[in-house]
């Protein structure tokens, strides 16, 4: 082909290219029916970019109520398949904002791709309460609603009635217009706004938060007098002025009302309506405190598309969230902008009142940090609607609703269970301790001659790191405390069988010559299975394990230590098994072998006993943690008393039987110990009728 041909081809094709735009692509999931302000926002910002060419196009996807029955079953799910996947197909997510924490992990942060001026415009208003998760910003509001009182001025004015200021006027007007108006039978005096979805949450939320003390206040805990007497007011309201149909009237229903004048107060999300009512925030249970849901639609950017992508994404971003089109949404759609400073502007207040939006109090719905949003909601409304509608009692209800997300933990001052087991524990360390000087007592020694003083040590040193594990379980269980449970027990046992298993080894009989294991090199020995754990806590702490919430239904949640969170940590956790479980059925065999050895017969009995009575609480541990226990203080319990029991049984049949048999000292017992200590008896060579048998 001639070069000429070539060279046209080349820069035709290069000209093709420079022209062609890029194409952006967002989703949005709305409620509404119409999805108008993202449309808008779309048709903008396309009319935007082609008068200042540049060569991009914004398409929006929108699934409505219309056309999307997943939207309405579950619209936190919907959306979050699609980012999960790390798909590259949207570029920019419209999202509602009650599930900012729960999106946070597939968005950008805009810090690093919008200017600081351009996040300013929002840092000062409500924007914060619902745009960050912790110090990152994941979106910028398209929008945001507010719930307020729509008043009926001519049945007020009929009435000579004043506008209400606070809850107890609303319920006392309401009652008196309702007698008043005792033939309307169609006459809805309050209605509440409680359907059986999400908006129900939103109206109990800030009904609670209205009964704060001041403006400043916090939301009031649930299960403080604040929080009772905005229930049992809900309830009045309900009883006096209105009925459980009319509260659980859907939202459609309630705007086709507003139409109408046949309402008294009606408390809806805020909108252009008819002008027989006067707008007002929400009262509260004292004048001038208030409060009001947010809601509303973010838009963030989609974390896994290219840089390149990002880039262009944040200039539709800016550009939607920009002071001159949220002004412009306010004029033409009369939705509300979370840039609070709009509402400054005389044009903005000449069509919209400027003072109802700077008199509203605003609070963001629940951010629950231990259960997903969806799960907090659904069962925030059930109890909601058990007080409402089946006459449960307030503390009863908002102890439910507190105990979604408390987690339940054992500490020294409460329960009464973890008091007890932990006096227990003391006490236990305490004889431990106090009963360790007889092992440095010369007259004594024979009664311990089993193990030399320092593997006598190295025992109860292990039964100390077994009541450890029970301290660790107080207060919050994180994951470092679960590891150490894990390297603790690991340990505890080492440094508990190891010296008895070591002992028996020495003194099987020298006649068996099949047992190869040199009985001099004690240390070695202890020190091979020390190294086997260090080996196996490594490994065990490059795991990522942390505690496991137990959801109890109704009931109080808890947190357990999960022994592994995958096949790794599975195989991982059946070695520790099986290297403890092979040492144990090793000492069963060489005790059998002893059985009859005189110098060794006592104790060699005892610790069989001692084995036994740990594999049957082995396996009473592995049932209780295979049932599902439903109550924080019975698992606690359950886990501790194994843990004590295994304890104290091992340190009563090994050691304390032994200072018993000292403090009781008998002539018999002192003259064995005298003609031990002058080196008068072989025990080597000692026959069983050397001595009766319940010596020593």
Request: charged share 20%; glycine share 4%.
């Amino acid at each position: 082909m001639n070069l000429y041909y070539i060279i046209l081809i080349i820069i035709l094709y290069t000209q093709i290219c420079k022209g062609e735009k890029v194409k952006l692509k967002a989703i949005a999931l709305s409620y509404q029916d119409s999805g108008e302000i993202f449309n808008f926002m779309t048709y903008e910002f396309n009319k935007y970019a082609k008068a200042n060419n540049l060569d991009m196009e914004l398409f929006l996807n929108l699934y409505t109520s219309k056309n999307s029955s997943l939207l309405v079953n579950n619209y936190g799910t919907s959306l979050e398949y699609l980012m999960n996947k790390g798909l590259t197909d949207y570029d920019l997510y419209f999202y509602d904002i009650m599930y900012t924490k729960r999106y946070s992990s597939y968005l950008e942060d805009l810090r690093d791709w919008l200017p600081e001026d351009h996040l300013e415009l929002y840092s000062s208003g409500v924007a914060s309460q619902f745009c960050k998760n912790g110090d990152k910003w994941v979106g910028l509001p398209a929008h945001v609603l507010y719930d307020v009182l729509y008043c009926n001025m001519n049945l007020l004015n009929k009435y000579n009635k004043n506008i209400p200021k606070t809850w107890n006027e609303l319920l006392k007007i309401g009652k008196d217009i309702r007698q008043y108006e005792k033939f309307n039978n169609n006459l809805i005096i309050y209605n509440g706004l409680f359907p059986d979805y999400e908006t129900s949450l939103c109206s109990a939320h800030e009904f609670i938060y209205s009964f704060r003390n001041t403006k400043e206040s916090p939301f009031p805990d649930y299960t403080s007098k604040e929080v009772i007497d905005a229930l049992n007011m809900l309830r009045n309201l309900k009883d006096e002025l209105s009925d459980n149909d009319i509260f659980k009237s859907q939202e459609s229903e309630t705007l086709n009302s507003l139409f109408s004048q046949n309402n008294l107060f009606i408390k809806f999300w805020l909108l252009p309506t008819n002008p027989v009512y006067k707008v007002i925030p929400l009262v509260g249970n004292k004048e001038g405190v208030s409060g009001s849901t947010i809601g509303g639609t973010n838009i963030g950017i989609n974390k896994f598309i290219s840089d390149s992508r990002k880039r262009l994404a944040a200039k539709a971003l800016q550009f939607m969230t920009s002071k001159e089109i949220q002004k412009k949404i306010l004029l033409k759609l009369k939705s509300v902008s979370a840039i609070h400073s709009l509402y400054d502007d005389e044009e903005v207040c000449a069509a919209i009142d400027c003072e109802l939006i700077k008199n509203i109090q605003p609070i963001a719905r629940p951010n629950p940090k231990i259960v997903s949003y969806d799960l907090y909601s659904e069962k925030f409304r059930k109890y909601i609607s058990d007080f409402l509608y089946e006459d449960k009692s307030a503390p009863d209800i908002l102890n439910k609703i507190e105990n979604i997300e408390k987690i339940y933990e054992i500490n020294i001052t409460s329960p009464l269970a973890g008091i007890i087991i932990f006096v227990l524990v003391i006490i236990s360390l305490l004889m431990i301790l106090f009963t360790l000087p007889f092992l440095f007592i010369k007259k004594y020694k024979p009664y311990f001659r089993f193990l030399s003083t320092d593997f006598w040590i190295f025992v109860l040193f292990g039964l100390v790191l077994h009541l450890i594990v029970i301290l660790i379980n107080y207060g919050e269980l994180t994951k470092t405390k679960c590891q150490l449970r894990y390297i603790l027990w690991l340990f505890g046992f080492t440094f508990y069988f190891i010296p008895l298993f070591h002992s028996f080894i020495e003194n099987f009989p020298k006649e068996r010559k099949y047992l190869i294991i040199n009985r001099n090199y004690k240390y070695l020995f202890l020190i091979f299975f020390i190294l086997i754990d260090i080996i196996l806590s490594k490994l065990y702490l490059s795991l990522s394990t942390t505690p496991e919430i137990k959801f109890i239904e109704n009931g109080k949640n808890y947190r357990v230590c999960k022994l592994y969170i995958n096949n790794y940590g599975k195989y991982l956790y059946l070695v520790s098994l099986i290297e403890k479980g092979l040492i144990v059925i090793a000492m069963l065999i060489l005790a059998f072998h002893e059985w009859n050895i005189w110098k060794i017969l006592k104790d060699v009995r005892s610790i069989t006993v001692a084995i036994l009575i740990d594999i049957f609480l082995y396996a009473l541990y592995i049932f209780m943690i295979s049932i599902n226990i439903t109550h924080y203080i019975a698992f606690y319990l359950f886990y501790s008393l194994i843990i004590l029991i295994f304890v104290l049984s091992n340190y009563a049949i090994i050691y304390g039987v032994r200072i018993i048999r000292i403090l009781t000292n008998n002539d018999a017992d002192i003259l064995f110990i005298e003609a031990l200590s002058k080196n008068s008896l072989d025990l080597e060579s000692s026959s069983n009728e050397m001595f009766p048998s319940n010596y020593i």
